[in-house]
Each structure stands twice: as structure tokens, then as C-alpha cells.
């Protein structure tokens, strides 16, 4: 019997785990948890700008931590991390534009994805070659 | 003809009136190629149990009555076929996160009345006579809404949306593409009167862009789009009032 006051009352099922309940809200919850190595990426970066203050001996000290095996470990990790965010990051990147036109037809959203990862690929190749420039 | 095989279908079924909690009922179906799982539950009220309570009209996808979960993914049982199911178990249970009013009916007043606060219709931009003429609009100008238009309120989008199962009061993305729908309608004037909506806690700030919404939706209107172009629109009016302070919505 579940009545209120005569009135029969409608049931709320729980949320209690509602993650696991579909493998759509697994890999969205991956997604988010993905923010959590850009986070602590940014807190490695803050780490060495707190040590360059420091002075050279902690600037140095930073810089032979990063090449410590853990330190390798660890940039492996939020690498793929980041590889994952970025993926997902895209694939829902059309879902939060205005529909964008081009000559009076509508960009797909596959077209905007494609974008995305093409915009990467130039800024980490700009990247890359202003820091081979840097060291020569 | 065929013979028909058979095939288990699980309901969870739920009577206020004598169960404390929903509970799942096994039937055994006989099905052939062409039957649907709304075929399915109506052999099981013809033929089995006729206190089974569901909610269906036209039987081809167009009413948005008949939606439920199908093996816990929100689908339009007449549109689900249980060849596709087979061996079984098909489990059924009503759409999820709304409240469950008796076996596969689920509670849509909240839905209703969000509905009706959108103003989901068109609040001329400027009142024409009828000796004015039609109001014309160009195949471009079309195209930003015509999709929203597809909505049959079948709320699968909710079913699939964790947000509004942890909080009820969130519009939710079918009422936000039907909001959508007429805001982005060259005829309509009404976007000052429907943004407090989006702007509110319960508007588009809730949306945690997960994105199943538009995965499910039958009519392929894309919610999620909906919802989250106007994450922009809500931003770019909070910030505009600072300059106009009479409120300028674009």
C-alpha cells in the first residue's frame, strides 16, 4: 500500500548509482573525471613558475624532478588523460555552437569536430617547432 | 505463417494501491518478426494479465505516448521490435526518472506545466493585419528552427537525462528545444518573455552536457544542441544588461 491521504502516490525510483546504469553515462562520467589530470597538470606547471621565483637551485630542483621516472609516469598518464578530454571534448563540441552556415548550408557537426582536431594539430606543431627553435 | 516463438518479457509493475515498491512480473509472449514491444504488452493485457496499465495511441511513432524503458534504454515501444530482442529477456519498466503512477504510467503534470510556461507558441514580433499577408520567411530562416519542430513530447530526453533525475525541477531539454524552437523563429518576438526561464538555476545552467538526450531522441531534434547554444544566449544577455539596463536581449 503507498497512499496519501487515500490518494495513491507516485513512486520515485532512486539515482543511487546512476552511472553504472548505462555505459553512455560511464564514458561521460570518464569525460569529467579526465578534468581532474588537466587540473593536476596545471598544478605541475604553477609548481615551477612558485620554484622559478625561488631562484636558480629551486628552478633546477623542479626541472630534475620532472626528469625523474615517476615524473615520466605520471606525464604519461595525464597525456592519455588529456587525449581522452580533448576526444570527448570535440565529439560534443557541436552540441554547444549555434548552427553555424557556409554558403547558405548548414556545417555538419562531423565537419566541426574535424576542425577541432585540425586546430590542435597546428597549434601543437606551432608549438613544437617554436620550442625547437627556442633551444637552437 | 510462421510459428510464433516465444519470448519472456519482465515488467516492473506497480499498483499505490496494494505495493509498497514497484516489483518485476515475467510473461512468456509469443512473438513473430513483425510484432513490436507495444504489441508485446498488449498481448500480455489481451491475453494474461489485463491490470497491466501503459500509455499508447497511434502506433507509429508520432504520438510520443508510448515511450518506456527497454532493457533500461528510453525507446518508443512501438517503434522497438522484439525480433531485435531476442533470445530475451526484454525488461520493461516505466520511463526513467519520473515518477511511476501505476506500472508503465508515469507522472507528466511537472512536464505539462513547464511546457505551459515556455509560452510554446508564437508571439508575433510585430502584429500584422490580415490584409498585410502571410509572414514569409526564407528556406535559411527555417532551417534555425525546423528541427525543434519535430518534437512529439514523448519525454525519452528526460528518461535519459541524469541531471533532471537528480533534480525534477530542471526544465529539462525537451521544453528547452520547444523553447528553442520559437525563439529561433523569424516570426516570433517573444524571447524577452521566455529567457528568465533559461537564465534561472533550473534553465540551462543545469545542464551538465552529457549529451544522451539528443542519442535518444526519436524525432532526431537534438536537445542537447538546444540546450546548450543557449548557455551562450544566457551568458551573453547577463552581461548585455550591465550595458543596456533595460534589458537587451538580442
Known amino acids: 500500500m503507498n497512499l496519501d491521504g487515500g490518494v495513491p502516490r507516485p513512486f520515485v525510483r532512486p539515482m543511487r548509482g546512476w552511472w553504472r546504469r548505462d555505459p553512455f553515462f560511464v564514458r561521460y562520467m570518464l569525460r569529467e573525471l579526465t578534468a581532474v589530470a588537466v587540473l593536476a597538470y596545471a598544478v605541475v606547471l604553477a609548481v615551477g613558475v612558485v620554484r622559478l621565483s625561488q631562484g636558480e637551485v629551486a628552478w633546477n630542483g623542479w626541472l630534475a624532478a620532472l626528469r625523474a621516472p615517476w615524473s615520466i609516469v605520471l606525464h604519461v598518464l595525464i597525456l592519455a588523460a588529456m587525449a581522452v578530454h580533448a576526444w570527448s571534448w570535440f565529439q560534443i563540441m557541436p552540441k554547444t555552437l549555434p548552427m553555424i552556415f557556409v554558403g547558405g548550408r548548414r556545417l555538419a557537426g562531423a565537419t566541426i569536430t574535424r576542425a577541432g582536431w585540425l586546430a590542435t594539430a597546428l597549434t601543437s606543431i606551432a ?4 620550442a625547437r627553435w627556442w633551444q637552437s | 505463417m510462421p510459428e510464433p516463438k516465444n519470448i519472456e518479457i519482465c515488467v516492473l509493475r506497480y499498483h499505490p494501491e496494494h505495493d509498497p515498491e514497484p516489483a518485476w ?4 509472449v509469443p512473438c513473430t518478426d513483425d510484432m513490436s514491444v507495444l504489441q508485446g504488452l498488449q498481448h500480455i493485457k489481451d491475453e494474461i494479465d489485463g491490470t497491466l496499465g501503459f500509455r499508447w495511441s497511434c502506433r507509429m511513432a508520432i504520438c510520443g505516448s508510448c515511450g518506456m524503458m527497454v532493457n533500461g534504454k528510453p525507446r518508443l515501444s512501438c517503434q522497438t521490435f522484439l525480433r531485435d530482442l531476442q533470445p530475451g529477456p526484454v525488461r520493461i519498466e516505466a520511463l526513467a526518472h519520473l515518477p511511476i503512477e501505476r506500472d508503465l504510467i508515469v507522472d507528466v503534470g511537472e512536464f505539462v506545466n513547464k511546457l505551459e510556461a515556455i509560452k510554446p ?4 514580433r510585430e502584429p500584422r493585419t490580415l490584409a498585410e499577408g502571410e509572414y514569409l520567411q526564407t528556406p535559411a530562416q527555417l532551417e534555425r528552427f525546423e528541427q ?3 518534437c512529439i513530447n514523448c519525454m525519452l530526453c528526460y528518461a535519459a537525462c541524469p541531471e533532471y533525475g537528480l533534480n525534477r525541477d530542471f526544465i529539462g531539454p525537451g ?5 528553442h524552437r520559437y ?3 523569424s516570426r516570433d518576438g517573444g524571447q524577452a518573455q521566455r529567457q528568465p526561464i533559461l537564465n534561472a538555476e533550473e534553465g540551462v545552467w543545469s545542464c551538465m552536457a552529457v549529451g544522451y538526450c539528443s542519442e535518444v531522441c526519436p524525432k532526431q531534434v537534438d ?3 538546444a540546450v546548450n547554444q543557449n548557455k551562450a544566449v544566457s551568458a551573453r544577455d547577463y552581461f548585455l544588461r550591465f550595458l543596456a539596463p533595460k534589458g537587451a536581449a538580442p
Not at chain 2, 512480473?25 to 512468456?28: E, V
Open chain 2, 25 to 28: 512480473r515475467s510473461y512468456q
Open chain 2, 183 to 185: 525563439n529561433a523563429d
Open chain 1, 127 to 130: 608549438l613544437f617547432a617554436l
Open chain 2, 148 to 150: 525543434y519542430t519535430s
Open chain 2, 223 to 225: 536537445p542537447a544542441n
Open chain 2, 121 to 124: 507558441y508564437l508571439i508575433p
Open chain 2, 175 to 179: 521544453v528547452i528545444a520547444l523553447l
